[in-house]
């Protein structure tokens, strides 16, 4: 069984990311609400405006990537 998701955050040079990668065949606007969701409680934690998103669409012949 292949996972539907995977989230990676890290932080580097002053800057929290959040990759949000995703293997289902839509782009869902519930998956960008996800992801605002978990950049806010980043932005909140640690009170920094310094987060970037990213929503990653594993397709079987691309990717997509998008920030949010």
Request: glycine share 0%.
């Amino acid at each position: 069984q292949t996972p539907k998701n995977c989230k990676i955050q890290f932080y580097k040079d002053d800057t929290y990311y959040i990759i949000d990668y995703k293997t289902t065949k839509e782009e869902l606007q519930e998956h960008k609400v996800q992801v605002l969701f978990y950049k806010k409680a980043i932005k909140d934690i640690f009170n920094t405006q310094n987060v970037k998103s990213y929503l990653v669409y594993l397709k079987p012949q691309e990717c997509l990537i998008h920030e949010v």
